[in-house]
Nanobody, 115 residues
């Protein structure tokens, strides 16, 4: 069982930055995959990026070069640093963890980018 608690969303102007945090209820070394997803109004949820335990992060083409996933093992927390934000990045952002054989989701946090 894994509980994920997100924080860090908000309203930002285009070109600005935000950092989202996802705090896990257990040691993140034990998680097979950690990732970030987003869902804009009227659209399907999409993968933003993910990182495997001990691996390098991978990103959707739409955010490459602007978003960065990182982790703090001591804090059992992983992050999504979002730079050069665009209005089209506006969405509810969710963190997700896969601990075989289940997926676990955070509660979601709203990110709104104004033009």
């Amino acid at each position: 069982q894994v509980e994920l608690v997100e924080s860090g969303g908000g309203l930002v102007q285009a070109g600005g930055s935000l950092r989202l945090s996802c705090a896990a209820s257990r040691n993140i070394f034990s998680l097979n995959v950690m990732g970030w997803y987003r869902q804009a109004p009227g659209k399907q949820r999409e993968l933003v990026g993910s990182i495997t335990s001990g691996g390098s992060p991978d990103y959707a083409d739409s955010v490459k070069g602007r978003f960065t996933i990182s982790r703090d093992n001591a804090a059992n927390t992983f992050y999504l640093q979002m730079n050069s934000l665009k209005p089209e990045d506006t969405a509810v952002y969710y963190c997700k963890a896969f601990l075989w054989p289940r997926h676990y989701w955070g509660q979601g946090t709203q990110v709104t980018v104004s033009s």
